[in-house]
């Protein structure tokens, strides 16, 4: 399907729609909305997006932005029209059916994006995955433990350094995340890692020292290996494993 943009009816329409699914979870999305010139308006450039099944954030991530990359779309990140757009045609695999034949929508932010609130449009489902993917385009698999949990799934590490602009866009620090918490064998984060207890070595752990460190040292121009050799030794259980 030819890529769209929700004019300001469209959000209103799938806002409300969010609302009345979070009381009626059997409700079927608005898939009117998607090519309804009352709802939706064109592109100045033709983009074509598939129905397809991906199994993790990044694989959906790699994909948006093969697809997103040569359309020159001007300040796509401020785009919330388009993503929202985007998200409602991929509503099957952002919100998808449980056991139950019911939909459990999560906070509004993940499928509406707020691009001027600093606090909340990286947890923009597609949104996010795309500018951290983006950030990290010269060498995408750095990034692979914030974006290995499938699409619908906002991983608490993922909120933890998205968080912080000088965090997520560093490459240092996000391949450190990587080494320390990603799992290849089993394609996942290693268990303890996303605890939000605070707990010892835990990715909020990370957050704070790393915050730490950033008024002192430039992490723009470290290494992961410097930055894994320097941190205190609560982190050895993960960093052992980090092969």
């Avoid at 965090?167 to 320390?180: G, Q």
């Avoid at 890692?193 to 430039?218: E, M, P």
Wanted: hydrophobic share 35%.
């Amino acid at each position: 399907m030819k890529v769209r943009r929700f004019n300001t009816i469209g959000l209103k329409e799938f806002d409300d729609y969010l609302d009345k699914l979070g009381k009626d979870g059997s409700l079927p999305p608005p898939e009117l909305l998607l090519e309804n010139p009352e709802y939706s308006t064109v592109l100045d450039v033709d983009i074509e997006l598939e129905l397809r099944k991906f199994k993790t954030r990044f694989e959906l991530a790699e994909y948006l932005f093969l697809i997103f990359s040569s359309a020159n779309i001007s300040r796509i990140e401020q785009d919330a029209g388009l993503w929202a757009w985007c998200t409602l045609f991929y509503f099957d695999i952002l919100c998808p059916v449980n056991e139950n034949g019911a939909r459990k929508p999560r906070e509004k932010a993940r499928y509406i994006p707020q691009p001027n609130n600093y606090k909340k449009y990286y947890r923009h489902l597609l949104m996010g995955s795309y500018l951290i993917y983006r950030a990290h385009k010269d060498k995408p698999l750095r990034a692979m433990a914030l974006l290995c949990k499938p699409p619908y799934v906002h991983s608490e590490i993922q909120e933890q350094f998205a968080a912080y602009i000088q965090l997520i866009s560093n490459k240092a620090v996000v391949e450190l995340v990587t080494k320390l918490y990603y799992d290849p064998k089993t394609g996942s984060v290693k268990r303890g890692a996303s605890s939000k207890d605070n707990k010892l070595g835990t990715a909020r752990r990370l957050v704070d020292i790393l915050n730490q460190f950033d008024l002192t040292w430039d992490l723009y121009a470290t290494t992961p290996e410097t930055l894994l050799n320097i941190l205190p030794k609560e982190f050895g259980k993960f960093a052992k494993s980090s092969g």
